[in-house]
């Protein structure tokens, strides 16, 4: 992923560290060339495609908590909460489903941790036009050196 898929799109920073805990912005599936869809689900976008948007953005929020934690020489321990807001008509109630798609971005990217807790959150509209927002909270820890030779 490239930094500009990173880069905010208003006045705000991607990710916070504050003691051990990082908190990541609100992060859209978007890459290089700017969001992956726009729409609403079950109006313009299926589950499957909305649960693939969340996984994206998903990737997305960690990879900003990450380098949040790195900035000050630390790592991303275990993301512990994740929040997924989906834009989606008054009748959706599939909610559940698509956020499966964030829970798998983390499940596949820290295999070693358990899952975090989740709130899927059915909102009007997003930011930009995006279906899907993800924003995570993680722990952190100190890096370790690696052993001298």
Excluded: C, W
Excluded at 97 to 106: K, L, M
């Amino acid at each position: 992923m490239d930094q500009y898929s990173l880069a905010p799109v208003g006045q705000y920073t991607l990710a916070h560290l504050h003691g051990n805990l990082v908190f990541s912005a609100g992060m859209t599936p978007r890459d290089e060339a700017g969001l992956l869809a726009r729409g609403r689900v079950g109006e313009d976008l299926t589950v499957t495609q909305a649960k693939d948007l969340a996984f994206h953005a998903a990737k997305r929020a960690l990879q900003a908590a990450t380098l949040a934690a790195e900035n000050r020489a630390q790592t991303v321990e275990s993301v512990v909460s994740l929040t997924v807001y989906i834009a989606a008509g008054p009748d959706f109630v599939e909610h559940s489903a698509v956020a499966d798609g964030a829970s798998a971005a983390i499940a596949r990217l820290e295999s070693s941790q358990p899952l975090p807790t989740r709130a899927a959150v059915g909102v009007s509209s997003l930011p930009g036009g995006s279906p899907i927002e993800v924003q995570l909270i993680a722990t952190t820890g100190h890096r370790t050196r690696p052993p001298e030779t």
